[in-house]
């Protein structure tokens, strides 16, 4: 089979497995949710940290003016099955992989509280933007980003003449 | 005189510029398609449900036993993966060298938005059914539809374009 269709189908196969392990009831209640409480945790401090006054309740960060929930969707976990599942699709060693893996979900969750930050600022001053910017242009740039960093990625560790040469 | 290449960042944020804009202007056309043909679809494994684009969401009249259940169903998050694709066939250099495969990508992705939809509907018609969800859905159905439409919506909807990208690509094989 070609190179490519083995990726393709790899990586097809590991992001439903992927995503199926995280849709189970008990990881969603003891790993997923309490994820996005911490990401909601790290948002609320920064945005407290740069003069916006916002408390949070789990998965909540609310003032007077404005409120958001991160949800599944949210918390960068999506862009992170997508990462890993390429990752781990792709011919490199075991060490590239865990390379990849690691720094890309630290960027990645980094890059997401930019996201919420900025989410709540826009929805608060341009509430009639907040679904684009929040449903598209975000979604849209966490997974180009994310996808950037696997090409770079890929063509960094990729064995001659691999399906890679980003 | 050589011809000089555009650097990758600007290439790929013209991209996203490009079709964010295209995605804006033709989503409503577009979204009224996309639930039309879902709602033949729907139509034509004899539901009897009715589906009224409006651009923006599909909402679908429930079936006629049931003609007060109502689904709704949010189209950006359908169909804005093809934002995504677009700014991703300007990372390589030559965008769309394989321009066939192209072509057999976009319909890849315009099938995927027609099978979203119609996970949406029955998933939205298992919920606001809930009472008869027995009779009409049985367990393992209502959280197959379930389980599809929410794996696209967080995941399924990207990863498909990643693969449309991925399968273009003159450089990776």
Redesign the interface.
Known sequence: MRPRATFLLKFALLIVVLYLAVALRPVDRHVVTPFSEAITAASAWVLNGVGEPVVREGTMIRSPRFAVDVKNGCNGLEAVLLLVAAVLAFPASWKAKLIGVVGGTLAIEALNLVRVTSLYVLGRDYPHLFETFHVTVWQAVIFVLTIAMFLVWSARVAPPQSPASA | MPRRRVPRPLR?LAG?AG??AL??LLAGPYHRLVGAVAGSAFRAEGEGAIAVSAGREVVIAGPVEQPRARVRV?M??VT??L??LA??WM??PRPLGRWKWGVIALAALAAGHVIAVIAAIHSGLAVSLEGATGERYGAAEANFWF?LW??Y????A??L???A???TRR???
Do not use: I, K
């Not at chain 2, 919506?153 to 399924?156: A, F, K, M, S």
């Open positions: 790929v996203f079709g964010l995605w804006l949010s950006a998050p804005s993966n934002v995504l700014a991703l990372w390589d389980a929410q794996g919506q967080v995941v399924g990207w990863a374009a990643f693969g990208f991925w399968a450089s990776a094989e």
